[in-house]
């Protein structure tokens, strides 16, 4: 007999739950195959589920979106701050700046280096210190660097955090919309559940088991059958297999007769054949007839007459 599979995926829930309660709305909830009480709390999990699932994709698929924008911009911000900070190192190495400057850029421990820049967090604070370093050594009568300037410095690295706050902002929001699911996903399964339970309950009183799967996939009832009954119902006068021994089970006319092998005794065996017997006969014998005819044939005919 076939067994019920409820559900896997969000997908599959919403199906089932459409499926039983559009069938309520069509017969009317008093011939509704389930009770007025499960029918309730179907009208009220179906629509928060289709919500909650709604806003999980639309918050998933908007961060996704964004994440191609945020990309470039954490690129272009980790360039110029790492850029920066080489020409300053090199404006130190040729002498036009002094080595205790690094103390304002808070670099004195990554002389002829750069600092850490691999993630999120470290950009951020990098780019921060060497904002405001560049501004203390100007305020104190230095020359600006050039190439990249602290200005184009400042303006990727402002697009970079505002960029940064808000896909952070995404992912909270999926976050959230993701719990949500998560927090429905029980009340959804249980409610299915006791969906199916009173529609078996209803239908599964007649013996026509076809029937009753039929009358209950109308709610939405999943039924799925094991390989060797759709075999079986594929070819029903085929004759069941055992596995483990390989052997077909027939009725017991078609039994084959089973012969008993006798024991066989070493002297009515024949004598084994010497190496002189099988040349003898592997070799041909040649009719003495065809010889003759060889004879007559090899003897050449006159083609010359006497006169």
């Known amino acids: 007999m076939p067994y019920r ?33 499960t029918y309730l709390s179907l009208e009220i999990i179906l629509p928060q589920f289709q919500h909650a699932i709604i806003n999980l994709e639309a918050a998933r698929k908007n961060q996704a ?23 300053l190192n090199f404006a130190i190495v040729r002498g036009e700046l002094k080595k205790e400057i690094l103390d304002l850029y808070g670099l004195a421990a990554y002389a002829k280096g750069l600092p850490p820049l691999v993630t999120e967090k470290n950009l951020i604070d990098w780019g921060k210190k060497i904002i405001e370093g560049e501004q203390k050594r ?17 303006v990727n690295y402002e697009k970079f955090v505002d960029a940064y706050h808000f896909q952070r902002n995404l992912v909270s929001t999926s976050k959230r919309a993701s719990k949500l699911v998560n ?29 009753k799967r039929e009358n209950a996939a109308e709610y939405g009832i999943s039924y799925v059958f094991r390989r060797k009954e759709k075999l079986k ?27 008993e092998l006798k024991p066989i005794d070493k002297k009515e065996l024949p004598a084994p054949k010497t190496a002189e017997k099988v040349k003898k006969e ?26």
Request: with cysteine; net charge positive; hydrophobic share 35%.
């Open 5 to 37: 599979r409820l559900p896997n995926t969000d997908a599959a829930r919403v199906r089932a739950m459409e499926k039983a309660f559009r069938k309520c709305l069509s017969i009317g909830l008093s011939n509704c195959a389930f009770s007025e009480e």
């Open 65 to 87: 979106s964004k994440n191609k924008e945020y990309v470039e911009y954490l690129r272009k911000a980790k360039i110029y701050i790492s850029h920066f900070i080489q020409v």
């Open 138 to 154: 100007i305020q104190k009568g230095g020359n600006p660097i050039y190439n990249p300037s602290i200005a184009l410095v400042k």
């Open 183 to 211: 927090d429905l996903r029980p009340e959804a399964d249980k409610v299915i559940l006791k969906i199916w339970n009173e529609v078996e309950q209803t239908f599964f009183q007649p013996d026509d088991e076809a029937q």
């Open 233 to 259: 119902a594929l070819n029903p006068t085929k004759p069941t297999v055992v596995k483990k021994e390989e052997i077909i089970v027939t009725p017991e006319e078609d039994k084959p007769e089973i012969l």
């Open 282 to 307: 592997a070799k041909p014998s040649v009719p003495k007839e065809k010889k003759q005819e060889k004879m007559v044939q090899s003897v050449p005919v006159q083609s010359s007459l006497n006169f």
